[in-house]
């Protein structure tokens, strides 16, 4: 899990976002969060409700994709716990 924040020479959430939108389209209102080679996770801010916004997911071939999250918590989450799961599975194989 490799969320994007802001890095030692600035804002890399703004940088992955101005490159998904110059090279795949990524429309306004769409933040990278999260990139994946062939696909990206994004907040939603255009669906902001509550002060909160759904993680969805960006496909840099065929665009808007799935909702992945309601929130960006539930999205850290379930990261956090696929990440676990996976820790766990790799210390079984040792």
């Not at 062939?38 to 993680?55: I, R």
């Not at 929130?71 to 990440?83: C, G, K, T, V």
């Amino acid at each position: 899990m490799r969320i994007i924040g802001y890095g030692y020479t600035g804002p890399a959430v703004v940088d992955a976002t101005r490159g998904h939108q110059k090279y795949y389209d990524l429309i306004d209102g769409l933040v990278v969060i999260e990139d994946i080679d062939e696909f990206a996770y994004c907040l939603d801010t255009n669906k902001m409700k509550n002060g909160e916004c759904p993680v969805i997911m960006w496909d840099n071939q065929e665009g808007y994709g799935f909702t992945a999250a309601d929130n960006f918590l539930d999205y850290l989450i379930e990261s956090l716990e696929e990440a676990k799961e996976n820790w766990d599975e790799d210390e079984e194989d040792w």
